[in-house]
Structure formats: structure tokens, C-alpha cells
């Protein structure tokens, strides 16, 4: 009877603080990659030629303007 004031209350809450713990950890190493600012962006960057793709593939450029452009960059 020891009422919430008891040794049980206070280990309740050690145990939720080591599962935010535990949480925040795995969290950190299992992230995904695009989330850390601090990281060299120049792996990140498109070639030219993916961007012109890209472009095609959307529809942005018609086939006469990406084969011409892509002859540009070769």
C-alpha cells in the first residue's frame, strides 16, 4: 500500500525513459540516409545526362529535343 508515491511508480517511469532510450537509438542508426544534412550532397547529384532522362521520361521534351540534347552532352 504504498500509493503512487511507492518505489513502483518511479521504477514505471525509468522503465518508459529506457524504452525512449532505446527507441531514440536504433532511430539514429537506422534513419534513412536523406535525413542527415551534415552529409556531402555531391553524391546526391544527377549527371546531366539523368536529368535529361528525367526530363523525357515526364514528358517535359519531345524524342527530337532529347536525342538532340543528349548528342550536346556526349
Same mark, same amino acid.
Given at each position: 500500500?504504498?500509493?503512487?508515491?511507492?518505489?513502483? @511508480?518511479?521504477?514505471?517511469?525509468?522503465? *518508459? !525513459?529506457?524504452? *525512449?532510450?532505446?527507441?531514440? !537509438?536504433?532511430?539514429? *542508426?537506422?534513419?534513412?540516409?536523406?535525413?542527415?544534412?551534415?552529409?556531402?550532397?555531391?553524391?546526391?547529384?544527377?549527371?546531366?545526362?539523368?536529368?535529361?532522362?528525367?526530363?523525357?521520361?515526364?514528358?517535359?521534351?519531345?524524342?527530337?529535343? @532529347?536525342?538532340?540534347?543528349?548528342?550536346?552532352?556526349?
Amino acid at each position: 500500500m504504498h500509493g503512487f508515491g511507492g518505489m513502483g @511508480f518511479g521504477m514505471g517511469w525509468w522503465w *518508459i !525513459i529506457g524504452i *525512449i532510450l532505446v527507441a531514440a !537509438i536504433i532511430w539514429g *542508426i537506422v534513419r534513412p540516409p536523406g535525413q542527415n544534412n551534415n552529409l556531402n550532397n555531391t553524391t546526391n547529384q544527377k549527371s546531366p545526362l539523368d536529368m535529361l532522362k528525367e526530363r523525357y521520361a515526364r514528358g517535359e521534351i519531345d524524342k527530337d529535343e @532529347f536525342e538532340q540534347r543528349k548528342k550536346d552532352l556526349m
